[in-house]
């Protein structure tokens, strides 16, 4: 079975390299929706794949990017400087922030945020099935299991300004998959 959870940010950055030019050398932003999809073979003793209360981590790691600058470690150093000097949220991640490279990244967050999430009431082995990242209404990315063969990094590539992280309930969720 497959459950689904939507989750939503608002957020803005330059997508490097891409074919567009506006895209490639312009700040903008988008209202992104990010579906998240949990499976499981067999349901908990609520009869859930997994209680969407539990989730409240991947709703941590999402919303870090909300009204947040998304910039890519490979940016130019002066660059990187200015937004750093200009903006109070930033995540900084290894990937270009495409449609395509934030479902990367957030299967890969959340996989791992999944793996450290403890089971309480008899859930089986849940697994990620799949992130759905809506960059327009018209167009999204989305990323399976597979595709964490493209992942070229690790969780602690992936880095919150400290006006994320004060924004946490607590950091200790994040320390753990560091």
């Not at 470690?73 to 930033?90: A, G, H, L, M, Q």
Request: proline residues 2%.
């Amino acid at each position: 079975m497959i459950i689904r959870k939507l989750f939503k940010f608002e957020g803005s950055h330059i997508v490097r390299n891409c074919s567009s030019q506006r895209c490639r050398e312009n700040i903008h932003g988008h209202s992104y929706k990010v579906e998240v999809f949990i499976e499981a073979d067999q349901l908990d003793r609520g009869y859930m794949v997994m209680d969407f209360c539990r989730l409240d981590k991947v709703k941590e790691f999402i919303e870090s990017f909300d009204h947040s600058y998304s910039l890519w470690t490979e940016e130019n150093p002066d660059f990187k400087s200015f937004i750093y000097r200009y903006n109070r949220r930033v995540a900084e991640i290894p990937v270009s922030p495409s449609a395509e490279g934030y479902a990367l990244l957030f299967f890969y967050g959340i996989d791992q945020i999944l793996r450290h999430t403890p089971r309480i009431n008899g859930e089986s082995e849940v697994r990620l099935h799949s992130v759905r990242v809506h960059e327009t209404d018209t167009g999204h990315a989305e990323a399976f299991r597979e595709d964490l063969q493209l992942v070229k990094f690790k969780i602690e590539d992936i880095r919150f300004s400290e006006g994320v992280t004060e924004d946490w309930k607590s950091a200790e969720w994040w320390e753990k998959l560091l």
